[in-house]
């Protein structure tokens, strides 16, 4: 079951960009912004064409500067992997690393971004995070699955960032927002450097790199406050509870979590963190529309909706959890009015003392 779960959890994340009908998205609201304080940039412009590049601590294949749509690029200049590695000390967080790629094969070629952590064996033996794969005109997240499709991307110039702020490892596509995923190191890790790879290459000269950034957040990003988010907090003899609308958890009449229900999530798993020894009570409730026994099943499903992306996807102990699905009882509006039965579709989740 919990494998199981995991994999419904990964797809919530892959979701975020598959969802349409007006929804209010983080590839809407965020947009990428570079870390203010540059660490390494590169366009390659004082680089000669025919000359190799200079400001990387490992090469492998051999590379040159090209001139491609008046702009200097590096590209293999045979066929096989081609692999440009930089150690640059990123920490633990809060910085961006962007790039401009144009691929010429991508039916045949693999194009790849990766993140390393120090370790005795060297800065670039162990990798972290998720590492980016650019295939078949598909760009895809290890561990989470293809996040875009780009559209006639032979010999387009493509633009893909990744920040990692508040431990979350977010990549962008032309400044939008594709996904947000989990990302967090232990204590005493830290990222040593990143590569960027052309693997399975069949002839030189098929995959291009250029605009390479990397820079540091100097300011910590502000958690988005529950409130923010459409959820009403409030306190109670029992504890906090904390009221989420069905509008920003599901679809009408649907049990599957939408992608702004996730980011509610997450901001309500903060608010349990800062209360561990909290006991949480997951209660469903629906509006008075259809038979009871349909409206129990309903708010129960969306109840262990909430509480197993609480447990599976932001690691809340289950032992701690009490589910319930209470249908149309205990009404806070009224429900011969539209606006009422919207208020009535909700998920409360109690923090109890």
């Given amino acids: 079951m919990k494998t199981v779960l995991g994999f419904i959890c990964a797809f919530f994340i892959a979701c975020n960009i598959a969802l349409a009908g007006g929804l209010v998205t983080g590839s809407k609201k965020h947009p990428f912004v570079p870390g203010d304080k540059v660490l390494f940039e590169t366009d390659f412009r004082q680089c000669p064409v025919g000359e190799a590049p200079q400001g990387f601590d490992e090469i492998i294949g051999a590379p040159e500067c090209v001139k491609f749509q ?49 370790s005795p064996k060297g800065w670039h033996v162990q990798e972290i995070g998720h590492s980016l794969k650019l295939s078949y005109c598909e760009l895809s997240l290890e561990g989470v699955g293809k996040i875009a499709t780009i559209k006639h991307c032979k010999k387009k110039v493509i633009h893909i960032a990744v920040e990692i702020r508040r431990n979350q490892f977010r990549v962008f596509l032309d400044g939008k927002r594709l996904t947000a995923v ?13 590569a960027l790879m052309r693997v399975r290459g069949s002839k030189p000269y098929q995959t291009l790199f250029s605009d390479i950034k990397v820079a540091k957040y100097t300011e910590k990003e502000a958690k988005p406050t529950p409130e923010q988010l459409g959820i009403e ?57 259809g038979s009871e026994e349909y409206n129990l099943k309903l708010s129960l499903q969306r109840a262990q909706s909430v509480a197993d992306f609480l447990m599976y996807c932001e690691k809340i102990n289950p032992s701690k959890f009490k589910i319930e699905g209470k249908g149309e009882a205990n009404p806070i509006a009224d429900n ?18």
């Fill in 70 to 118: 008046n702009h200097i690029w590096v590209a293999p200049t045979s066929a096989g992997d081609f692999k440009i590695y930089k150690k640059i000390n990123l920490g633990q967080g809060d910085f961006s690393v962007e790039f401009s790629v144009v691929p010429y094969n991508p039916e045949y070629e693999w194009i790849i971004f990766k993140l390393y952590k120090g």
């Fill in 182 to 194: 989990p990302f967090k190191l232990k204590k005493r890790e830290k990222i040593s450097g990143f």
């Fill in 233 to 289: 907090v409030k306190t109670t003899p029992q504890g906090i509870n904390l009221t989420v609308p069905e509008r920003v958890l599901f679809d009408f009449n649907k049990f599957v979590l939408k992608p702004e229900g996730k980011k509610a999530l997450g901001v309500i798993a903060d608010v349990i963190r800062e209360n561990p020894s909290a006991r949480i009570l997951v209660t469903g409730y629906t509006d008075n529309i």
């Fill in 336 to 353: 011969s009015t539209e606006t009422g039965r919207a208020k009535n579709r909700r998920v409360e989740i109690t923090l109890l003392k």
